[in-house]
């Protein structure tokens, strides 16, 4: 029993795991992503998309059923994440501070803990602005009977004082998330152990991209809603 314990509380296991929940989360941020774009447009049809959207997301089953999997590996990824990070503090020597750590790391991997901290509050926040007012909040309906999240959704970011305050959180939010997915990117595929002279440069453009594309396009969406 000992020993079992010791294989599922090793680092290398914790590393795997974080870099299976972090890749398929990289995954539910496109689709997420794409889903958010339809908040944009012309106002009458962007409703009625994103509403659909947001409507089809919470009540398909197979859907629902991965949606609980993303709940988990959020939680799992952030919990697992922070051990991790305490771990590697605690086996890392006194002399580390100063001896040009810059020289040996980005920064990004340096400080995984603190961009994992900021994007959990993120998360939390997020959630219960927009997630907790769709499915317990007050809320009306669009014109094809579904929940006007596209409504929730732009007053918020239009707010005069709390718009601004969550327009400028999110924002910073996207940095933080663009930092974690320049090191987590490729330091998932390096330690499933899928590195090779041909691969991994392509591994390394692909994610240098996604890293720096996807949390700009996510940034974008509430400031184009909020000066339109």
Avoid at 10 to 21: F, G
Avoid at 79 to 85: A, F, K
Avoid at 181 to 189: K, P, Y
Avoid at 201 to 221: D, H, M, N, R
Wanted: a positive charge; glycine letters at 8%; aromatic letters at 16%.
């Amino acid at each position: 029993m000992a020993g079992k314990k010791s294989v599922f509380s090793s680092s290398i296991v914790r590393k795997v795991w974080m870099s299976l929940t972090g890749l398929f989360l990289c995954s539910f941020l496109v689709i997420h992503l794409l889903g958010n774009f339809k908040l944009l447009g012309e106002p009458g049809h962007a409703r009625q998309a994103f509403n659909a959207y947001a409507h089809f997301m919470t009540t398909f089953p197979p859907i629902k059923i991965i949606s609980y999997l993303l709940y988990f590996s959020i939680l799992f990824h952030a919990v697992w994440g922070i051990g991790l990070e305490i771990q590697n503090r605690a086996a890392r020597p006194q002399g580390y501070a100063y001896n040009k750590p810059s020289a040996n790391s980005d920064w990004a991997s340096r400080n995984m803990g603190l961009l994992g901290t900021v994007l959990l509050v993120f998360i939390v926040t997020h959630m219960y602005n927009f997630w907790y007012v769709m499915h317990f909040g007050p809320i009306g309906t669009d014109a094809a009977g579904n929940k006007d999240l596209y409504e929730v959704v732009t007053v918020f970011f239009r707010q005069p004082v709390w718009g601004a305050v969550g327009l400028v959180f999110y924002v910073i939010s996207m940095a933080a998330l663009s930092f974690h997915l320049w090191h987590g990117f490729q330091s998932g595929f390096q330690t499933l152990g899928l590195n090779h002279p041909r691969y991994t440069p392509i591994i390394k453009t692909v994610g240098s991209f996604f890293s720096i594309a996807v949390p700009a396009l996510f940034a974008l969406i509430p400031l184009v809603i909020a000066f339109t």
